[in-house]
């Protein structure tokens, strides 16, 4: 299993296996959730590292926010969170301390989350200091790529309506790109990510004005 993830970039080794992604989908919901588990987590806790009492975040539906969001639930910190997800609306929700605004829309299994026009209508007039934000691919040449367009939409409505952009990018999505663009990387501030990529991709970063965290 190890050697065929290493030779094929739409193979993911997993605790226990492993998974082949499709060309124009991510794995399901439930299978992300339980995946790099402790990259996902060590990426979140640099995040946190960002975050700061009374701030405004979005937070995308991601399953590495997830994760996050349950470090800011921890916290005790007053934040106001904005998001389409359902995992992150359940996890924060019953905080007296954070502030919710849950974007609205049509619901869809494969994300737990909202999306659609009306998320996106509710989102032009939302704006927040910081965005915390996963994809599907990072591509050198069309930056910020993802599978499904509803979900590219509202992540980049959340990145272009934000001072401070962070990106949690599983390093094995670099090279690889998806069907619809979220934003060029010339608009990241950050990518925070779980292993140091090749030469290649540090001068990408550099190029760009990419802070790059290796969070290991």
Known sequence: LQKLSSEDP???RVHGGAYRLTPDGDPPYNFRQSSR????????????EKISDGDFLF???STTTLYLSKLIAASGYNLTVITNSLGVLNELCSRESIR???LGGKYTDKSHSFVGGNTLSELS????????????????TFGLTHNNEEEAAIRKAMLMNSKERYMLIDSN???RCKTHGII???NVDA???????????LNFFAKHGVELHICE
Do not use: H, N, Y
Not at 125 to 139: H, T
Not at 192 to 200: E, I, K, M
């Open 10 to 12: 739409m193979i993911v």
């Open 37 to 48: 588990i402790e990259e996902k987590k060590r990426i979140a806790a640099k995040c946190f």
């Open 59 to 61: 937070l995308d539906s």
């Open 100 to 102: 919710m605004i849950a």
């Open 125 to 140: 007039g939302l704006f927040a200091g910081k965005a915390f934000v996963s994809c599907s691919g990072l591509d050198m």
């Open 173 to 175: 999505k670099f090279g």
């Open 184 to 186: 060029p990387m010339d």
């Open 191 to 201: 990518v925070f990510t779980d292993s140091l990529p090749d030469d290649r991709w």
